[in-house]
């Protein structure tokens, strides 16, 4: 098994996050190979940011980015830049409190998540990734909750304060991702 995905967005969502977190939660606790490469605009906060993440029972050479079995989309220009390389039958993750668009495609699964809408609810628009990534696992399945959420409190212990609001954050995005399955 190998799955593609492609996260998109702009700066300051926690695009590259996600995908880190995702590589790193499915490097370090499966035996699965992993790779993870972040494209970066020409801002840090506000320009475009994407990153592929492949994930392989077999060995994985570099991403190339042309085909995905998924895509998550953040905003409306990462909808239209990279829904072309969504393969037929892959599916396609949402943000739907910023992406309106119509989806011009019928032979792709569309799961829709208002994240930013929900981050802001819960106080911090910083944690819309992680809803993102709880939706994607939840959804997927491509590695355990438990994995994915063990490689964020590690990677957020010495911040030990904004556990909580995460670990809040992940188990509603593996809510919404379950209930859209």
Not at 28 to 45: I, L
Not at 67 to 78: A, E, R, T
Not at 87 to 109: A, W
């Amino acid at each position: 098994m190998e799955t593609n995905l492609c996260v998109a967005g702009f700066g300051g969502q926690g695009v590259m996050t996600l995908g880190k977190f995702l590589a790193s939660a499915t490097c370090d606790s499966t035996d699965k190979n992993v790779t993870f490469f972040p494209s970066y605009g020409a801002e840090q906060r506000g320009g475009t940011a994407n990153c592929f993440v492949v994930i392989s029972d077999d060995m994985v050479g570099a991403p190339l980015g042309d085909v995905m079995d998924d895509l998550i989309v953040m905003n409306g220009p990462s909808l239209q830049k990279f829904l072309p390389t969504l393969k037929k039958g892959g599916t396609l993750f949402i943000n739907s409190s910023i992406v309106s668009d119509d989806i011009e495609r019928d032979d792709v699964k569309i799961v829709k998540a208002p994240v930013t809408e929900l981050a802001l609810e819960m106080g911090n628009a910083k944690v819309l990734n992680v809803i993102m990534l709880g939706v994607y696992v939840g959804y997927t399945e491509v590695v355990s909750p438990e994995v994915v959420w063990g490689t964020i409190e590690h990677k957020l212990a010495k911040k030990a304060k904004l556990l909580p609001l995460n670990k809040a954050a992940f188990e509603k995005g593996l809510e919404i991702g379950r209930s859209q399955k």
